[in-house]
């Protein structure tokens, strides 16, 4: 009998984390919308400390394949969205060329995250 073995993903563990931190993500964005104010909110503060969590761990892999940099990608969405407009992130509307530039790059990264 043949049994078909599947290889595990080269970036299995920061797909999982990635997981993780896109749920907790959606989490602080909500808590964002339902509060209306960003500082001093308790719910916000937790899901964004959460995130950081996650997001150690995450920068402490180093990915193997474009599914692994979209979840590195994850973590500086969360520090520049802006959360009055899911899916877009600061640094669009810069001076400077090279910040534009490396909001296109991770804005194109995380098109399907932050909808």
């Not at 919308?33 to 150690?56: G, P, Q, Y």
């Not at 692994?68 to 899911?86: H, I, K, N, T």
Request: hydrophobic share 50%; charged share 20%.
């Amino acid at each position: 009998m043949n049994a078909h073995v599947t290889a595990a993903h080269p970036d299995a563990e920061l797909l999982a984390l990635g997981a993780q931190f896109r749920n907790r993500w959606a989490a602080e964005r909500a808590a964002f919308v339902a509060s209306r104010k960003i500082i001093n909110d308790s719910a916000i503060e937790a899901a964004a400390d959460t995130c950081r969590n996650l997001a150690s761990q995450i920068v402490a892999l180093a990915p193997k394949t474009m599914d692994g940099v979209r979840v590195l990608a994850m973590v500086w969405g969360q520090a520049y969205y802006l959360s009055e407009q899911p899916g877009q992130y600061e640094g669009n509307d810069s001076e400077y060329p090279c910040d534009r530039a490396a909001n296109a790059v991770m804005s194109f990264l995380l098109k399907d995250v932050a909808a």
